[in-house]
């Protein structure tokens, strides 16, 4: 009696597993839940032209559509044209990466270099997640192929757990170095165009022979990189020329605000220039801060001075160029009077 | 009434005396008692001779006297007790007799389909309450009550107001459509009252949309009417009902006289509401210089903050009395009330005649000013049935509810909301304070009616034994009117007088044909054919009149006649349904039960071109105690195994997404033009939703019924879910109207019941623990599509948000689009830094707002340092996983205590209440209330440098006002507002006192039962917001809700 009780007891439990089992295994019949490959998501921009020598980071080059994150990107089989595997965008190199935020606070060249390191990454670079693609500033004309020739194809892998899917035959065709800007360089055949660029600013400077104001066509710029011997750290020394070539000693731009002028320290100030030492590129980030135009993209130096003008009347002269410089080395900016010598005197 | 009683006693006694010279008889006289309470039990059958027929009945006292002849058998009998059986001996002339109700919930009867039949022999999933269940515990909406007694159905009381109803649902989510306002489309099921089909879901939407009265025809029912719920879960069950069975169906029957002797039943009880607690408020002085320091210590610069601040009259002008207070607003708008409900029933009758009269009257005032419910009802029901072969039933009943809502509409109270989030530092309410919402509140002139009439008339006639006639014939008016009048002063000088008047009809015809047939005593066939015509429709008009002459004169022309509205709204709807179906029943020895069904229905709402919708159902069960191998067992009293599968319909759309709407244009040629509207698609194709559910059960009594449990599983496939598709703009229309979308519900459910005590002590224990798991998951969606997302805009305190919803396919079918919040930043130096540009992680491209220390850190999904819609990710399931009840019945002599408790376990809330406190602290210059902060874990600042700060804290720096503003740091569209929604809820308790019967004697009276209760007790939650509970369908909380009240009552109900 008391095994038949056992029994019909475990009769009644495999019942109720029965009823259990039945429930879960309506499970399979479901679809999964998993991410979705669109059809409509789309690359917007199919065709990319860095200039080498600078860090370029294109964001903002997919259209999600149905697409859902996260996702995986991937550059697949980058190509020369001529069909044959280009192992120098894939190959990596040892570039220089930020890994704490730069914010123009910093008080020391130590200060700024701590913020950054050495990271061996292809020279060309796809974000993992996003189909946002970077060149490194390490890249340079000496191996990776810029235009005029044609560059370079490439595919680039969508996935996730929804699937994959390929943008086929984009085109990575990128221009020759243009260490600074504004350049005077031929962005294709890497040629100069002109002896020098024009300042930003030119603003109340009158002319010692005529008297008259000054403007652009007055002032070259010419931004130089000092090679040789004797140049050895990154420095940017910013230096004035009258119409003779001769220095003009920059304490006569007595209100520019000399500590401030670049986010660079160690200041020397000498009869003929003025040198900071600096980090590069110039500006350092793309951001605004008390060295830099509004917008961030360019460093922005000021010089000026103030005189007695015609019925005594205060006039403040203003000289200025936003800028950028990409390659580290020993730079030196010259503003040279070529027409005209600036007034420093009182009328 | 003791002399009717009397009178009706004597008779029958002479009826019954008089044929009894003939053999050698013997009077016997004696009590009927019931078991329970020792009180006698009036109305009992007393039946002898074979076939057994009745020869009397117990009196109001439970005494008898029949005649009979020596040596028969008396059968006393009861409806719900066991029969007990008396051989009449010579020497015994007195008999006492006790009566014991029926545990064997085999025998309980159930209506599945169109048929009550027994527990035993029906297929089908259901489960019934007792209308015993709803009563004592006084509320405005019998639903309420429901919460936790049944698996898987699952009651959320989102709303307090008075007369409304929260949410229902049968077996999980039955759609995820959502209202562009955020409203969960409602799936409740259907239920029938008494033969007549009421839909809550249709026209449900006036409660919050727009002007109607706001009352759920259900809380036109009263409680004390009612005497059983019949719960039908599956589509075997529900498949008679075809059309809109498909989110399961209730029905409601109300009480009928069973009584010879006529019973007069009063009930009543009063009661009191008390708000919640209210929340905590910072005010006068503290909230000022709150302000104060945040603009000090977060403006760009000091002189910016100084210029703020005196640019900003209500912080620097401290002693102006307008701005020199410190008022509690939510005083304005919440109060305690005192309520009371009456209920009066009359019936009696026998079964060939029986009648019941039940008389209603229930009034609340709502916890919120100027809100309130009150519900007249009179209804009555009749059977007739002379013979066996004819049988006609009458039920009339006529309800009159009557509400007010205030400055809100039913379900929300945007105004005491908004009303009671302004600052302390304003005046108190009065005609010439700028807030107004509290006057508002209490000075609109609302009043709102619903009337319902309802009316069934169910013939049947037998002819020849064994083939039935039926027709069940039923009538439902409900008209709703809504007036509102705002006055000048509460609406800028320009008063507003708003009218509106609804009504819904419904006509219901069914005419079946059954036929029974046993063979050889163990093979029992039944079938029928049936008919059924539905019409329903719906139609609802508004007038709003604009700058009425002044605010004595509500009307009947405004003088601002270009806002001066009126005409039929667009939500008129008018439908026609009938269908055809068979029914098939086999059983054999009640062992084995094979049911086959099918129905065909005609929608006016079908396209054209897809003809007859086709709803198949077929159930089995297996009795198996009865089987050999179980003959010897003790210890099972039942058991039995169901499964089914079977198709149901919901009418969905209407007549325009089919046809298409024609307009009538400018006259061409001197004729008038007609021209198709440009908006949605004819689609001749159009499809009712359809339900096709699989469901298994188990059910077994164990040890004389000592532990019943009942455990289901299911399947159930929601399909052709109507989705407005929009067309690309060539199209000439703009929307299509598909059936597009899937989902699917499986779960599994679970009801025990324990009788912890044995039954024949003087203590007596029961204890029911019910629940259901459920799981929800999106199968399709249209254009071949995974995934999309549904934009919202709730309007919380005035204030637009958006969390969109997701629906994805394989997940739970609606999902919020939210950021991922990981925590708050410490210092800046822990936000991420692009390798490639040295920026920090920036919200939006190009925006310049960099992530600094104190604000939320956000996940960036795709990596890009950049957080912006393309890192919102689908998170959350609002739907709760499981829900249910348990309940406690504990008795002791005259002395019963009732306790319930309901739980919903796992379920993502949205705290945007939360959110939208911590959102005032942001805006320093806006008159909006401060909660105390210091009770959050918020990020502060180290005092020498503002970049770092606490570590861990929970909530983001609330006092950076001057980035807030496109940071939006309390934004709801992230995890950190998103909670789990667990709570565990003591519903009510109820202490009953039967008053004992020798004293009730002196009285005159039968019974009477004295009761004192609380109802809505406590809720046990780990949620940070009010109330768990009071949240929208798509689990958010937004602090409009009507709160919940907690509820004392004292109740007294006596028999005569």
């Known amino acids: 009696m008391k095994n038949k009780k056992i029994k019909n007891s475990g009769s009644i439990t495999i019942l109720f597993l029965c009823v259990v089992m039945i429930s879960i295994s309506c499970n399979k019949y479901l679809p999964e839940d998993r991410e979705t490959v669109g059809e409509d998501s789309q690359f917007t921009v199919d065709m990319y032209q860095p200039v080498l020598g600078r860090t370029t980071f294109f964001t903002d080059n997919f259209f999600k559509g149905s697409t859902s994150f996260p996702a995986s990107f991937k550059i697949v089989n980058p190509r020369r044209r001529s069909g044959e595997p280009a192992n120098e965008l894939t190959d990596v190199f040892p570039v220089k990466v930020w890994k704490k935020a730069y914010d123009g606070n910093e008080k020391s060249l130590a200060e700024i270099e701590a913020k950054r390191e050495i990271q061996n990454r292809p020279i060309f670079e796809m974000s993992p997640h996003t189909g946002a693609l970077t060149m490194w500033a390490e890249a340079r004309s000496a191996y990776i192929r810029s235009q005029p020739d044609s560059g370079y194809l490439f595919d680039i892998e969508l996935s996730n757990s929804g699937g994959r899917r390929y943008y086929r035959n984009m085109k990575l065709m990128p221009l020759r170095e243009r260490p600074y800007e504004p350049s005077n360089y031929n962005p294709i055949s890497g040629q100069p165009l002109s002896n020098g660029v024009f300042p930003s600013v030119v603003s109340n400077i009158k002319g010692v022979a005529t008297n008259r104001y000054l403007s652009f066509y007055d002032v070259d710029v010419y931004i130089r990189k000092l090679e040789g011997t004797g140049v050895t750290s990154n420095s940017l020394s910013f230096k004035f020329l009258d119409t003779l070539f001769n220095p003009i000693d920059p304490a006569l731009f007595s209100n520019t605000d000399w500590p401030n002028l670049v986010h660079g320290f160690d200041m020397k100030m000498t009869a003929t220039g003025v040198t900071y030492n600096v980090a590069f590129p110039i500006p350092l980030v793309e951001l605004p801060t008390r060295y830099t135009t509004p917008d961030g993209r360019r460093s922005k130096v000021q010089f000026g001075y103030s005189r007695l003008g015609f019925g005594g009347r205060k006039e403040d002269a203003l000289l200025g160029l936003d800028f950028a410089i990409y390659e580290p080395g020993s730079w030196e900016i010259v503003f040279a009077f070529k027409n005209e010598n600036p007034k420093f005197t009182n009328d | ?1056």
């Open chain 2, 1 to 1056: 009434m003791r002399f009717a009683c009397c009178i009706i006693v004597l008779a029958l006694i002479t009826t019954f005396s008089s044929k009894s010279f003939a053999q050698n008889n013997i009077t016997i006289s004696g009590v009927v008692k019931e078991k329970d309470s020792g009180d006698g039990k009036a109305g009992v059958t007393i039946s002898a001779g074979k076939p057994p027929k009745p020869i009397g009945y117990s009196d109001s006292e439970g005494r008898f006297s029949v005649v009979v002849p020596v040596g028969s058998e008396l059968i006393f009998s009861f409806v719900g007790f066991i029969p007990v059986n008396r051989t009449v001996t010579a020497n015994v002339t007195s008999l006492e007799i006790t009566i014991e109700a029926s545990q064997n919930s085999m025998q309980e009867v159930v209506v599945q389909g169109f048929k009550s039949k027994t527990r035993e022999t029906s297929s089908g999933s259901s489960t019934v309450i007792s209308g015993r269940a709803v009563q004592n515990v006084p509320v405005s909406n019998v639903v309420e009550l429901l919460q936790g007694k049944v698996a898987g159905l699952n009651v959320q009381n989102n709303t307090g107001s008075p007369g409304s109803m929260g949410t229902i649902q049968l077996r999980g989510l039955s759609s995820n459509n959502i209202s562009a306002d955020g409203f969960l489309t409602p799936t409740s099921p259907l239920f029938v009252i008494d033969g007549v089909p009421v839909d809550v879901n249709t026209n449900y939407e006036y409660g919050f949309q727009g002007g109607g009265p706001g009352i759920s025809p259900l809380a036109l029912i009263p409680p004390e009417d009612i005497e059983q719920f019949d719960v039908l879960r599956d589509a075997a069950a529900t498949s008679q009902y075809g059309s809109r069975a498909a989110y399961g169906v209730i029905i409601i029957t109300t009480k009928r006289g069973q009584s010879k002797v006529p019973i007069i039943q009063y009930s009543s009880n009063f009661f009191m509401k008390t708000p919640p607690r209210l929340r905590e408020i910072v005010g006068g002085r503290e909230e000022r210089l709150n302000r104060i320091r945040a603009i000090l210590d977060y403006d760009t610069s000091i002189l910016s903050s100084q210029a703020l601040i005196n640019q900003t009259p209500f912080l620097s002008d401290s002693l102006n009395p307008y701005f020199n207070n410190a008022t509690n607003w939510q005083d304005y708008y919440f109060r305690n009330t005192f309520n009371q409900q009456h209920n009066l029933s009359i019936y009696g009758g026998d079964r060939t005649f029986n009648y019941k009269t039940n008389l209603n009257y229930y009034k609340e005032d709502g916890i919120v000013e100027n809100t309130g419910f009150k519900r007249y009802s009179l209804s009555m029901n009749a059977l007739y049935q002379p013979t066996d072969a004819f049988r006609m039933v009458v039920n009339l009943s006529g309800s009159l509810g009557q509400k007010q809502n205030g400055s809100g509409v039913g379900l929300v109270q945007t105004g005491v909301a908004a009303g009671s989030s302004t600052s302390s530092l304003l005046p108190p309410p009065s005609l010439f304070s700028e807030n107004n919402s509290a006057l508002a509140t209490a000075s609109i002139v609302n009043n709102n009616k619903t009337t319902n009439i309802a009316s069934s008339l169910d013939l049947q006639y037998e002819p020849i034994s064994g083939i039935r006639f039926g027709n069940l014939l039923s009538y439902s008016f409900n008209s709703g009117t809504a007036d509102r009048f705002t006055p000048s002063f509460l609406k800028s000088g320009s008063s507003e007088a708003y009218n509106y008047n609804d009504r819904t009809y419904t006509l219901y015809n069914r005419s079946t044909i059954s036929l029974v047939k046993t063979l050889n005593d163990i093979h029992n066939f039944s079938g029928y054919v049936f008919n059924e015509i539905n019409s329903y429709g719906f139609r609802a008009s508004a007038i709003l009149l604009n700058q009425t002459p002044n605010d004595q004169i509500q009307g009947p022309l405004g003088y601002n006649w270009s806002a001066t509205r009126g005409g039929t709204l667009n939500n008129i709807n008018d439908t026609r349904q009938h269908g055809y179906g068979a029914s098939f029943s086999y059983n054999y020895d009640r062992k084995y039960i094979l049911d086959i069904s099918y129905r065909f229905d005609g929608l006016s709402t079908n396209g054209p071109s897809q003809g007859y919708s086709q709803n198949p159902a077929i159930s089995v069960r297996w009795n198996f105690n009865k089987e050999k191998f179980f003959d010897n067992s003790g210890w099972l009293t039942y058991g039995s195994l169901r499964g089914s599968w079977g198709r149901n319909i919901k009418p969905t759309g209407s007549i325009f997404d089919v046809f298409g709407k024609y307009r009538v244009g400018d006259q061409y040629n001197n004729n008038p033009t007609v021209y198709i509207d440009y908006n949605i698609v004819p689609n001749t194709n159009f499809l009712p939703e359809t339900q096709t559910q699989t469901n298994g059960g188990l059910e077994f009594g164990l040890w004389n019924n000592t532990v019943e449990a009942t455990f289901e599983t299911y399947y159930r496939s929601i399909d052709n879910q109507v989705m407005d598709i929009a067309l690309a703009d060539i199209n000439g229309f703009n929307m299509l109207k598909i059936y597009a979308k899937s989902l699917v519900n499986y779960g599994f459910e679970w009801s025990t019941n324990f009788r912890l005590l044995k039954q024949n002590k003087t203590w007596q224990w029961s204890v029911s623990v019910n629940g259901g798991l459920n799981k929800d998951v999106l199968t399709k969606l249209p254009n071949e599509l995974r995934q999309m997302t549904v934009g919202i805009n709730e309007t919380v305190n005035g204030v637009t948000t958006s969390v969109p919803v997701v629906y994805r396919i394989g997940r739970n079918s609606l999902s919020n689009l939210m950021f991922h919040t990981q925590g708050i930043y410490a210092s800046t130096d822990d936000v991420p830094v692009n390798i490639a540009t040295g920026k920090r992680l920036q919200l939006g491209n190009g925006t310049g707002y960099y992530f600094q220390g104190g604000d939320p850190r956000w996940t960036d999904i795709n990596g890009d340092y950049v957080i912006d819609e393309n890192d919102l990710l689908p998170i959350g399931n609002p739907q709760p996983l499981v829900t249910g009840g348990i309940g406690s019945q504990l008795s002791y002599k005259g002395f019963q205590l009732n306790v319930n408790v309901t739980y919903t376990i796992a379920r993502d809330l949205l705290n945007t209440a939360l959110a939208d406190a911590l959102k005032n602290y942001t805006s320093p210059t806006s008159l909006n209330a401060l909660l105390p902060i210091d009770n959050f874990n918020y990020w502060k600042p180290s005092p020498s440098d503002k970049g770092t700060g606490t570590v861990n804290a929970q909530y983001p720096n609330p006092y950076d006002f001057r980035r807030a503003g496109t940071l939006m740091p309390f934004r709801t569209n992230q995890t950190l507002f998103l909670e789990d929604g667990t709570y565990w809820k003591i519903n009510n308790m109820v202490l009953l006192y039967n008053v004992n019967r020798d004293v009730l004697k002196r009285f005159g009276m039968t019974s009477c039962r004295l009761s004192l209760s609380a109802n809505n007790v406590y809720t046990f939650s780990n949620y940070s917001g009010p109330d768990p509970e009071l949240v929208t369908g798509l689990g958010r909380d937004n602090s409009g809700g009507y709160p919940n009240a907690r509820s004392y009552a004292v109740g007294i109900n006596i028999q005569f």
